[in-house]
């Protein structure tokens, strides 16, 4: 069970959870009508398959579905979803960079690997925050794919602070500016944090925007609650990750994130998963709509004055 200062690497707790997108992206990058292009992501499965085995390439669905309480369909379901929200969030970056935005922040990055797949405008700032554990097993594979830098124009800097202490704090010191506009990601995050840390973060993020500030967010909502059964599509996903992930969610009440952004004044708009999905050509599964359909991807923006 999670405790409220709990730490992690990467093949253990919260940590798996991250090796879990990656080999999605991993897969999605190799599908003919991909989503996503994560050169990276299977490099991140590989050097972790002596503790956790998880698919990379179609082939190894296939041989790990000979071996689990899984298909090979379930494997490409679950890639399908990271493919829907990782467009939808590498669109949203790209927007907010195309309406001026250079310092760009990514909290609980995990292996997010955007510092180095996107075309950053030249003058861009990637911030990475997340625990040490997650960001020194990240920054040791990505040296080996001589990778650790961000893309051209673009300058990468690792932040290992943990998002439940003071993160405002390691950010400003890693030279973060909350006087020029920023663009926040909160990708595949809320689930694990306690509501009051959730609420925290919010407050925070809005403190260091300017005027300008763009916000994206992965929001489950009541979602979390459902999931708990022991014949659910979570249960089957756990047995498959080799941890309970439903042990791995806070499930207290919390504030709607839509809701409470907008009454922090943001100016916030979003669509279902299953919606994405759709208008990517990519409708979801009918099992997995289920799971993760009504889950909501929003983009905010701040434009109130200081």
Known sequence: MREDDDQWGITESVGVTALGVASGRAMETLRPDGLVDDPYAEAFVDAAADEIRLPARPEDARALAAEQEATEADWQEQS????????F?????TAATTDGVRQVVLLAAGLDTRAQRLDWPAGTT?????????LDFKDGVLAEQDATAAAPGAERVVVRVDLRHDWPAALRDAGFDPQVPTAWLAEGLLPYLPAQAEIDLFDRVTELSAPGSHLAVEHFGDIVAHLGGADSRLASLSRRFGIDVRELFFADDRPDAADRL?????SVSGRTASELAGS??????????????AARLLDARWDAPR
């Open 80 to 87: 399908a979803y990271i493919g829907v929200r990782s467009r």
């Open 89 to 93: 969030f590498d669109d949203a970056l």
């Open 262 to 266: 907008g009454e922090l004044g943001w």
């Open 280 to 293: 990517y050509g990519r409708p979801l599964d009918p099992d997995l709509a289920q799971l993760y359909g």
């Open 126 to 134: 990637v911030y990475e925050v997340d625990q040490h554990g997650v």
